[in-house]
């Protein structure tokens, strides 16, 4: 007994397959975008020629041109700023801590905020930058 089967040539070509492949790819990229960047604390950071990423754990200390402070988002005031690095350091006193301060704000707001992070016995800091584009050498 021979059995027959017939084999058509696909006329149409369906796509909603496709699109839903490429609609949960952009919402894969835009999703894993937005956790790069620190929401709602805004600083324009100054330029360098030479940064270097960080990788290891480290305390987020940013100071906006309005004089607003944040340790890793959470806004504190200049008064309390001491007794909350104390408590996010704990006993871990050589832990890194950055220091995102707004390139229009002087020089002595930031010593301060070393100076009490000093007093309560942190001893590393980094000064967080952008890096400078290139120049193109004609």
Avoid: C
């Amino acid at each position: 007994m021979k059995f027959q089967t017939e084999n058509k040539a696909l006329t149409m070509f369906s796509v909603s397959s496709l699109t839903d492949v490429v609609f949960l790819l952009l919402i894969f990229f835009l999703l894993s975008s937005s956790f790069i960047v620190y929401p709602g604390i805004r600083v324009h950071l100054p330029n360098a020629e030479q940064t270097t990423p960080q990788s290891e754990k480290q305390i987020v200390l940013t100071i906006t041109e309005n004089g607003l402070y944040y340790i890793n988002s959470q806004r504190v005031l200049l008064e309390e700023l001491g007794e909350k690095l104390s408590e996010k350091l704990g006993s871990e006193k050589d832990k890194l801590i950055v220091i995102n301060a707004d390139k229009s704000i002087s020089l002595q707001r930031a010593i301060e905020v070393m100076d009490v992070a000093k007093n309560i016995g942190a001893s590393r800091f980094l000064i967080a930058t952008v890096q400078q584009p290139k120049k193109s050498r004609p």
